[in-house]
């Protein structure tokens, strides 16, 4: 299955605001981020704060992802 997914901030700036990414189904968010921390082996580090939307609603690791889903990863937010 071919995930699009949607980067924002410094991984939009690294790979660019969209890539496809191809996984086994059924796929877990947990995988889809185990798949793109290999294609982006920088990013690993900050993996436990990467934040991942499926459908505009955050989402756990153990979430399964649909075919078609509109999948986010991008890192921690703050404002001010």
């Known amino acids: 299955m071919i995930v699009k997914v949607q980067l ?3 991984l939009k700036e690294e790979l660019g605001e969209n ?3 191809d996984v086994p189904e ?3 968010v947990g995988k ?3 798949t793109f921390l290999a294609l982006a082996p920088r990013f690993e580090p900050a993996r436990q ?3 991942v939307a499926v459908d505009l ?3 756990q690791e153990d ?3 649909l075919a078609g889903q509109e999948v986010a990863i991008f890192p921690p937010v703050s404002g001010g």
């Open 32 to 34: 889809l981020l185990d």
């Open 63 to 65: 979430q399964t992802i």
């Open 49 to 51: 704060s990467l934040n």
């Open 57 to 59: 609603e955050y989402s």
């Open 8 to 10: 924002f901030a410094s």
């Open 26 to 28: 059924p796929v877990t």
């Open 19 to 21: 890539i496809e990414i």
